[in-house]
C-alpha cells in the first residue's frame, strides 16, 4: 500500500516538538505512536523507527515518530524518561489532529522509551496497546547481576580470553578490580531495595503495567543484555511473573537479534510479529 511522510510541527508547553507522521493511502482506525529510547531521536539507530514507521503504514497503520523537547529538532531542556510525559500527551494530540478517524492508538517503546510509555500509558483512555522492546528496568543492583550471569559466564568460555592468558597478556588485577566492583554493586542494590529507601524503577514499571487496562506485546532480542535483566528479573520477581502471564500480555523474543534489531531479517521478523498482534490481515479482510 501506497503512504506519505508528513512533517509536523506541534507545540508543547512553549517549546516546538517536530516529527513525521507515515500516512497510508488508506488507513486503518488503528495507530501507532513511537516513542523512541534514549538518547535518540526520530530516525533511530540505522534509521530503525523510520523503517518499521513505514513498514507498518505500508499495511495500513499511521505511525507517527517525534523528538521530546530538548532532542532532536525539537526546542527545550534535555529531560530523561521518566519526564516525557507531556510530550507523549502531546504527541497522541497531535497524531489525532491529523488523522481524526483513528480509534484506538498504541504506543511502541524500545529500551527507556518502553519505560516512558509503561509510565504514562495508564494516564491517557487513548491508549489501547502497548508494544514494550528490550523494556530498561535497569538498576544498579540488577545490572551486576545480570553481568555477572551473563557476561562473565560467556567470557569465560571464549577460547580468546584463554589464549590471552596463555600469552601472558591478562590484566588479572584489573579484571578482579572489575568483578570485585560488581559484587559489591550488587549486594548493595539488595541491601537498599530490603531497606526500601527508594522505590526501584522496575517496582513503578510494574505498578504502570498493573494499572494500564490495554493489550501488551513484549519483545525480547536473544543477544542483548537489557533484555536479559528483563528475563532476569520477570523469574525473580512474582509481581511481574503474574502480569506477564496474564491473558492481556504476548511475549515474543527473537533469539539472536540484538537491541536496535540492526539486521533486516530481524527487522522484518519483528514487524511481522507487531502485524499479527496488531491484527492488521483481519482488519483488512
Known amino acids: 500500500m501506497r503512504y506519505e511522510d508528513r512533517a509536523l510541527c506541534f507545540s508543547c508547553g512553549d517549546e516546538p516538538l517536530y516529527g513525521v507522521l507515515s500516512m497510508p ?5 488503528r495507530a501507532v505512536v513511537i ?30 515518530r517525534f523528538d521530546y523537547r530538548g532532542m532532536g529538532d525539537s526546542g527545550g531542556d ?28 498504541v504506543l511502541w517503546g524500545l529500551c527507556d522509551g518502553a519505560s516512558a510509555a509503561l509510565f504514562y500509558a495508564h494516564r491517557d483512555a487513548r491508549i489501547s496497546g502497548l508494544v514494550l522492546v528490550n523494556p530498561w528496568v535497569r538498576t544498579d543492583a540488577g545490572a551486576a547481576q545480570t553481568y555477572l550471569k551473563h557476561y562473565y559466564r560467556n567470557r569465560f568460555l571464549d577460547a580468546a580470553l584463554w589464549k590471552k592468558i596463555g600469552r601472558g ?33 522496575p517496582d513503578r514499571m510494574l505498578d504502570g503495567l498493573r494499572r494500564f487496562q490495554g493489550s501488551v506485546l513484549v519483545v525480547l532480542s536473544g543477544d542483548d543484555l537489557t533484555a536479559r535483566e528483563f528475563s532476569d528479573l520477570m523469574r525473580a520477581s512474582a509481581g511481574w511473573r503474574r502480569q506477564m502471564h ?40
Do not use: K
Request: net charge positive; proline share 4%; charged share 25%.
Open 25 to 29: 493511502q488508506h488507513p486503518l482506525p
Open 35 to 64: 516513542v523512541v529510547g534514549g538518547p535518540q531521536y526520530r530516525a533511530g539507530s540505522h534509521r530503525q523507527f523510520t523503517l518499521i514507521a513505514r513498514g507498518l503504514a505500508m499495511h495500513g497503520i499511521p505511525v507517527l
Open 78 to 105: 534535555t529531560r530523561t524518561f521518566e519526564n516525557v510525559g507531556e510530550d507523549i500527551h502531546t504527541a497522541v494530540d497531535c497524531l489525532l489532529r491529523e488523522a481524526p478517524f483513528v480509534q484506538e492508538v
Open 169 to 201: 597478556e591478562f590484566d588479572y588485577t584489573l579484571a578482579l578490580q572489575s568483578f570485585g566492583r560488581l559484587v559489591r554493586s550488587a549486594l548493595q542494590g539488595r541491601a537498599r531495595a530490603a531497606t526500601g529507601d527508594v522505590l526501584p524503577l
Open 246 to 285: 496474564s491473558s492481556r500480555v504476548q511475549r515474543f523474543e527473537l533469539r539472536g537479534a540484538n537491541h536496535t534489531f540492526s539486521r533486516r531479517e530481524w527487522r522484518e521478523q519483528l514487524l511481522q510479529r507487531m502485524r499479527e498482534w496488531l491484527g492488521i490481515d483481519e482488519a483488512m479482510s
